[in-house]
Antibody, heavy 120, light 110 residues
Framework: QAQLVQSGAEVKRPGASVKVSCKAS????????IHWVRQAPGQGLEWMGI????????NYAQKLQGRLTMTRDTSTSTVYMELSRLRSEDTAVYYC?????????????WGQGTLVTVSS | QSAPTQPASVSGSPGQSITISCTGT?????????VSWYQQHPGKAPKLMIH???KRPSGVSNRFSGSKSGNTASLTISGLQAEDEADYYC??????????FGGGTKVTVL
């Protein structure tokens, strides 16, 4: 059974960076793309970007380019999402999810979510 | 790139059918057979309900069905049950390795 387990909640100051991990189990990490999606409090889902764990290529939502970096460590089956120059609007629950359709918009399973709070 | 439009809320009585629309553009919803739908209960991660416009994953109730016409995709829930009360989001491939979520719809079972 494929599963994604994320790192714990974070509290950061404005201007700082945060790095969230997403550890895959039950399948071979390099077989499927991983997306990151965030959800601000009381708001909808926002697609952030995609990483191909097989090779590490990435693509990010235009509004986050320059601040967002996705990486992977195949030796530990872990994908990372790092967001820099944090501002209050980045306060959200961050999810990783596997594209089980190999780019065909089949996001399953999802991680449990990581709350990132940006506050001074 | 703007989010596909979903109604903010839809409601129905137990046993009824409801339909949630997701209106995008010819650059996303209307250009690819790659719309998926997600159910999200409060405090929980989203759950895949429909993918590739109309395909239902194993384990998802056959009360859920997807369709599409032009730039508008739809999710229909038949035989509405109390457990269906949740937020629902559409998601579409938008080209150039980007995806876009709809604004979300809150479903209330009366």
């Amino acid at each position: 059974q494929a599963q994604l387990v994320q790192s714990g909640a974070e509290v950061k100051r404005p201007g700082a960076s945060v790095k969230v991990s997403c550890k895959a189990s039950g399948y071979i990490l390099t077989s499927y793309f991983i997306h990151w999606v965030r959800q601000a409090p009381g708001q909808g889902l926002e697609w952030m970007g995609i990483i191909n764990p097989d090779g590490g290529s990435t693509n990010y939502a235009q509004k986050l380019q320059g601040r967002l970096t996705m990486t992977r460590d195949t030796s530990t089956s872990t994908v990372y999402m790092e967001l820099s120059r944090l501002r209050s609007e980045d306060t959200a629950v961050y999810y990783c999810t596997r594209d089980s359709g190999s780019g065909r918009s089949r996001f399953d399973p999802w991680g449990q979510g990581t709350l990132v709070t940006v506050s001074s | 790139q703007s989010a596909p439009t979903q109604p903010a809320s839809v409601s129905g009585s137990p046993g009824q059918s409801i339909t949630i629309s997701c209106t995008g553009t010819s650059s996303d919803v209307g250009n690819y057979n790659l719309v998926s739908w997600y159910q999200q209960h409060p405090g929980k991660a989203p759950k895949l309900m429909i993918h590739e416009d109309t395909k239902r994953p194993s384990g998802v109730s056959n009360r859920f069905s997807g369709s599409k016409s032009g730039n508008t995709a739809s999710l229909t829930i038949s035989g509405l049950q109390a457990e269906d009360e949740a937020d629902y989001y559409c998601c579409s491939f938008a080209g150039s390795s980007t995806w876009v979520f709809g604004g979300g719809t809150k479903v209330t079972v009366l």
